[in-house]
């Protein structure tokens, strides 16, 4: 009987199964990573805010901000219908939220998603407001230390 390593071996961080001489598969754990060819075209130091696109409710959601600053993550209602939503959809909110002028603001409700990056994806709970912003979603703290 053959040992394992005979057939998998770890190199430069990915992991190739074998059989024989013919390569299965390889498995590269998921990355982000940056190098000085990303900054070809900027002008340092930058303060640039992080906007992405995320999969959600089978559809691709562009325009969502990541705010580090950020604990709770919010989707305008503007987007929710866009997604196949209805109000009905919507589960209560227990607690309001201050807003970006310092405005007490309660949600009109909650709904929790899958929200996929890559190749992750994890259930996140989104409060929906009626405020009117250029971005989509905004992703904060939680889902980011979650990925």
Same mark, same amino acid.
């Given at each position: 009987m053959k040992k394992v390593e005979e057939y998998c071996k770890v190199e430069d961080d990915a992991l190739h199964v074998k059989v024989g001489q013919k390569d299965l598969e390889t498995v590269t754990?998921?990355?982000?990573?940056?190098?000085?060819?990303?900054?070809?075209?900027? @002008?340092?130091? =930058?303060?640039?805010?992080?906007? @992405?696109?995320? =999969? #959600?409710?089978?559809?691709?959601?562009?325009?969502?901000?990541?705010?580090?600053?950020?604990?709770?993550?919010? #989707?305008y209602y503007k987007t929710f219908p866009k997604l196949s939503f209805t109000d009905s959809d919507l589960q209560p909110a227990e607690?309001?939220?201050?807003?970006?002028?310092?405005?007490?603001?309660?949600?009109?409700?909650?709904?929790?998603?899958?929200?996929?990056?890559?190749?992750?994806?994890?259930?996140?709970?989104?409060?929906?407001?009626?405020?009117?912003l250029p971005y989509n979603i905004i992703m904060g703290r939680t889902w980011l230390h979650a990925m």
């Open positions: 754990p998921a990355l982000i990573s940056f190098d000085d060819t990303n900054l070809e075209r900027w @002008i340092l130091p =930058h303060d640039d805010a992080l906007v @992405i696109e995320l =999969h #959600m409710n089978r559809f691709i959601v562009k325009r969502v901000l990541i705010d580090q600053g950020n604990t709770s993550e919010i #989707m607690y309001p939220f201050f807003d970006f002028n310092a405005n007490l603001e309660y949600p009109i409700g909650k709904i929790t998603l899958p929200v996929r990056a890559g190749t992750r994806s994890i259930d996140m709970e989104l409060l929906v407001v009626k405020l009117s």
